[in-house]
């Protein structure tokens, strides 16, 4: 009990200590001083006469929804003695395969910087800098020679690493349940089977109304479609955060889900929101990165092909550039297994005082960042929105799916709960699979690592991410995953290869997501 409390006693002092820094504190303090003018503000009961103005005037609404936005990202406490790294990834064999693959993508950007004799950032001459300005709203009209530059690595790479992680407690096999696991990833971590999953999501019961589902032409729109649409309205007016993540686990209507998502994210859109932007773009005019022809590569690899999203190209190129200079996003090293990345001044080399962070927001993109970016350009047609939305979503859960750690929702618990799931509830279709070579992980992998983003129709893609948001969780990931494999089950039982069962799943663009997920998890598993 006492423990408890020190921790509850921990996380209210931490969050308080990170919401003195932002923006809403600065707004707060000016309205507790503007009411003072107030003739129902009394000095006798001040601090309950100010309380009560903050809940009328809509701003201990504001206070809340802060609090509860940063308890949803905050790790759970730990104990006040353990290490910042800790904090980071508390298994030390995770931080160390962590460390080694950050190395490798190291020398596989340095390499190819030595190799192109390209360096890491140079200031624009002033006439790049005004053709740039130019062009800003429409880059994607520029064909730079791209073909020297290669992605730092792509999600097989990582595969292969994930793979070949190993607890060293357990190396010599002594383990007698974990033996049984016969898929690729072989680290002991404890994952949901099917009870768990039902008990978590539960709100996915077959008794429950589900938008994917029940606003399908068959069923009647009064019966569900209208209802949700009104409560979702409702939602919106109260501006409550955690009746709209509440909400949201089971759908959100196209026409407020833009609405919703920014509610529950707890994104603003302050004059200083938008400046913020604006300075973020002006550093992009100025400098020219190793990284942005990274970023040019990526987006004229994937969704520049792609059917859904390549008449967004201008707004990835932007939304990506201004992110790689957006130093606020260092802050989830804090909770990220990873470390940012350091450079050195020329000629300083180790030493401390002359190192920076490269590139400024610590995160180096790999072969399809960007598709983590293109589903919101459907939600969000002003560039700011859509860079806040795909910040916070960034920094609350695209992170965890090409880092290395033991959190439930990070991509080895994704993979092992995906490979528990198949090898637990379809055992003959994956003992199959793995006897023909087929292992299921190599043809999903690529799915959760993007988040479905470029395999699921659009539509269906933005359900399942209300879902993420609704459960603040990837699990659902690991979850689709398996159903998918379960919905193509006959067709897999009869491939004789690799090949042929990844030409079984080589189109998920007419899957309903829903359905899929409610038959998985409800209807066909006991």
């Known amino acids: 009990m006492l423990q408890e409390e020190s921790d509850l006693s921990l996380m209210i002092a931490q969050i308080v200590q990170k919401l003195k820094g932002s923006n809403l504190y600065a707004q707060l303090e000016r309205q507790a001083w503007a009411s003072l003018q107030k003739p129902e503000i009394r000095l006798e009961s001040l601090k309950e006469d100010i309380k009560e103005f903050f809940k009328i005037s809509g701003w201990e609404k504001k206070l809340q929804n802060a609090v509860y936005s940063e308890l949803n990202v905050y790790p759970l406490p730990s104990h006040p003695a353990a290490p910042p790294e800790h904090l980071k990834e508390p298994l030390v064999y995770m931080r160390k395969a962590q460390g080694s693959w950050e190395k490798r993508i190291l020398k596989s950007l340095n390499s190819m910087c030595t190799e192109l004799s390209i360096p890491l950032a140079r200031k624009r001459p002033v006439g790049q800098q005004k053709e740039l300005l130019n062009k800003w709203n429409e880059m994607g009209t520029d064909e730079p020679d791209l073909s020297l530059f290669r992605p730092v690595y792509a999600p097989k790479d990582f595969l292969e690493v994930l793979i070949n992680l190993r607890n060293p407690n357990y190396e010599n096999g002594d383990s007698l349940s974990f033996r ?40 009647p729109p009064e019966l569900f479609e209208n209802e949700h649409v009104r409560i979702g309205q ?62 040019y590569k990526d987006v004229k690899l994937t969704a520049s092909n792609d059917d859904y999203y390549f008449v967004f190209e201008d707004y990835l190129y932007q939304v990506l550039l201004c992110f790689s200079r957006d130093t606020s996003v260092l802050g989830h090293f804090a909770y990220n297994s990873a470390s940012p ?19 400024p927001n610590g995160v180096i993109p790999f072969h399809g960042f960007s598709m983590y970016v293109a589903p919101l350009c459907f939600l969000y047609h002003e560039p700011y929105k859509l860079y806040q939305t795909f910040r916070e979503m960034y920094v609350r859960f695209f992170f965890r799916l090409h880092s290395i750690s033991s959190h439930p929702s990070g991509i080895v618990s994704l993979c092992l709960l995906f490979e528990t799931l198949l090898q637990t509830y379809l055992p003959q279709l994956f003992y ?18 993007r988040a479905f983003s470029g395999y699921l129709a659009t539509d269906q893609l933005l359900l399942l991410w ?29 491939v004789t290869s690799l090949a042929a069962a990844e030409a079984v799943l080589a189109d998920l663009s007419t899957l309903k997501v829903m359905p899929l997920l409610q038959i998985f998890l409800f209807a066909t598993i006991t």
């Open 341 to 359: 990345p350091k450079s050195y001044i020329r000629g300083k080399l180790g030493l401390e005082e002359y190192a920076v962070f490269y590139p």
């Open 234 to 295: 409702k939602v919106l007016a109260e501006q409550d955060s955690a009746a709209a993540q509440q909400y949201i686990r089971q759908g959100s209507p196209t026409a407020l889900r833009a609405e919703l998502w920014a509610l529950i994210l707890n994104i603003s859109s302050q004059p200083e929101d938008i400046l913020y932007y604006e300075q973020l773009k002006a550093n992009v005019i100025q400098h020219d990165l190793l990284v942005d022809s990274l970023i």
């Open 466 to 494: 209300d879902r993420i948001l609704g459960y603040n969780s990837l699990e659902i990931l690991a979850v689709l995953a398996a159903a998918v494999f379960a919905f193509r089950a006959v067709n897999l039982m009869e």
């Open 180 to 219: 049984t696991h016969l898929g690729l990833i072989q680290v002991p971590l404890k994952v949901k089977d099917i009870p768990d999953l039902k008990e978590c999501f539960i709100e996915l019961g077959l008794n429950t109304g589900q938008l994917g589902i029940d606003d399908s032409t068959q069923v």
């Open 432 to 449: 199959h699979l793995r006897e023909i070579g087929a292992q299921p992980l190599r043809i999903s992998f690529k799915w959760m690592v």
